[in-house]
């Protein structure tokens, strides 16, 4: 779902409303009870919780199954001990672990049943053979258990259904909806109104096969609202060609709203991007912004990968880009070198309070001294004109205070989410690296504070910890729920 954020004044009320996810007074857990106060408060404590995946896991012995981990936030923060462990043979999930399902290769959050607690949904794109599929696994006082499936509607349309998901209300009932992408031209909407026995309330399709060309493959999802009427819209990542001869990455922008036609095509950014894409409200102006990977080698002044974002408006996403950000930016730590892979991972949170949302990118092949492919995570500023290299902050193992050391092809940065995990309103970083000690993986998490993330405090596990199976290559830290 969008991130909280500043709404306009004459939006405030409906935006917290459809939203659900700034804080309100949050009525006792029962079958009516009030969305979550968090999209990813599973166990309804007051603080968010992080979700990271281990897809590689070997589980039952099957290779490559998949787990997922969650670590519930608290007033000190989030910890290796506090958590749950999902797979498909954990009780009450459907179906069964299997070799190469990958379950945990998508992650999504949402209250989709309104019982006050957050709901975490799950995509297992190589269930059965590439035809993929998604589970929700219920939020309780306990935190995460009991799960249903949400099968393909159309499953000779496409393959690897599950492969990204989103969680926001796009119809503008109220209510929170389910997107869920495949490797076709197509992005099924399930509405609000789930419940376990009969899932959703009715389903529609989004077809991205435009008369200006198409998107092939949604490769990524974001819930945003990027004009500010409180209903969230939804942004598709994925390869869009203009023509039949020529391709080019980039996102379509669809705004939400209520009516026969919820959701329609406000724009098409031609970013150049791969898969990663981010939302959140840079200036602090009430509308979601669109924050862009482009690949290395895009242009002369981008060896390494940039970030490209884009302004939210009254009347939607801003198609020219509001600033291009590369490691060679003034202010930016670092230099812009080759194949560093900057912009491989992004999230978006306020990480010192001052009501503009900063981003945090993961370079994954950055050399830090001697060692190859360890990688690093830059945390870039917003500001009233937006998304600024000014102010950044550079964090590795190498970094004072950062658990652990510098090795080659540790990958730390796979996964970033920046996310408020001890209730002091000020984003923190976790940072996952699913090369740690030969790809067992592992999870990291700085505090956010008044002057930027600090090391102090730092906390650092791996799958041991967790529970996830060390045997063949977990890979825990490949990605977060955002």
């Known amino acids: 779902m969008s991130r909280p954020r500043k709404a306009a004044p004459a939006a405030l009320a409906a935006a917290l409303l459809a939203a659900g996810l700034t804080p309100l007074v949050l009525a006792a857990p029962a079958a009516s009870a009030a969305p979550a106060r968090f999209y990813d408060d599973f166990n309804g404590d007051g603080y968010r919780d992080l979700v990271t995946a281990a897809p590689s896991a070997t589980v039952g012995g099957k290779a490559r199954a998949g787990a997922v981990v969650v670590n519930y936030g608290s007033g000190s923060g989030i910890s290796g001990s506090r958590h749950t462990v999902i797979t498909q043979n954990t009780a009450g999930v459907p ?11 998508a992650l999504a959050s949402g209250d989709l049943d309104r019982d006050g607690y957050a709901d975490l949904v799950v995509g297992v794109p190589d269930e059965n053979g590439e035809s993929g599929t998604a589970v929700v696994v219920r939020g309780g006082k306990n935190g995460l258990s009991g799960a249903w499936t949400v099968p393909d509607p159309a499953p000779s349309a496409h ?3 599950g492969q990204s998901l989103a969680v926001g209300d796009f119809t503008g009932d109220g209510r929170a909806d389910l997107a869920v992408g495949s490797t076709g031209k197509d992005v099924w909407i399930f509405r609000g109104g789930f419940t376990k026995a009969s ?3 009715s389903r529609f399709v989004l077809d991205t096969d435009l008369e200006t060309g198409a998107i092939y493959g949604a490769e990524a999802l974001s819930a945003a609202d990027v004009n500010g009427d409180g209903t969230d819209d939804l942004v598709i990542t994925g390869t869009y060609h203009p023509d039949d001869f020529t391709y080019d990455d ?16 406000q724009t098409v950014l031609r970013s150049g991007g791969y898969e990663t894409a981010a939302v959140g409200d840079l200036n602090g102006d009430g509308y979601d912004d669109v924050i862009a990977a482009v690949p290395p080698g895009t242009g002369s002044a981008n060896l390494g990968g940039a970030v490209r974002a ?12 509001q600033t291009t950000i590369t490691q060679d930016s003034p202010g930016v730590p670092g230099s812009d070198e080759k194949s560093d892979w900057f912009g491989h991972s992004l999230s978006v949170g306020d990480v010192n309070g001052d009501g503009h949302a900063d981003v945090a990118v993961g370079a994954i092949y950055e050399a830090i001294g001697p060692d190859w492919q360890t990688g690093s995570v830059t945390v870039l500023r917003g500001s009233a004109a937006g998304l600024t290299g000014t102010g950044a902050q550079s964090f590795s193992q190498d970094t004072a205070g950062v658990p652990g050391s510098s090795e080659d092809n540790d990958f730390f940065g796979s996964a970033v ?15 996952g690296a699913f090369g740690e000690n030969d790809s067992d993986g592992a999870v990291w998490s700085l505090r956010g504070s008044a002057s930027g993330i600090r090391t ?3 906390v650092s596990f791996g799958p041991a910890t967790t529970g996830v199976p060390t045997t063949g290559y ?3 830290g490949r990605l977060m729920s955002q």
């Not at 884009?310 to 880009?321: D, E, Q």
């Not at 989410?417 to 970083?429: C, E, F, P, T, V």
């Open 159 to 161: 393959d690897d259904y």
């Open 310 to 321: 884009y302004l939210g408006s009254a009347s939607g996403v801003r198609s020219t880009p």
């Open 474 to 476: 977990p890979g825990l």
């Open 95 to 105: 179906g069964t672990a299997e070799q190469g399902d990958e379950f945990g290769s």
């Open 199 to 201: 899932g959703a309330a």
């Open 250 to 265: 980039g996102q379509l922008v669809y705004t939400g709203s209520a009516g026969p036609s919820p959701l329609t095509l």
């Open 417 to 431: 989410r920046l996310s408020d995990l001890n209730g002091d309103h000020k984003a923190d970083l976790s940072v």
């Open 456 to 458: 102090t405090g730092a």
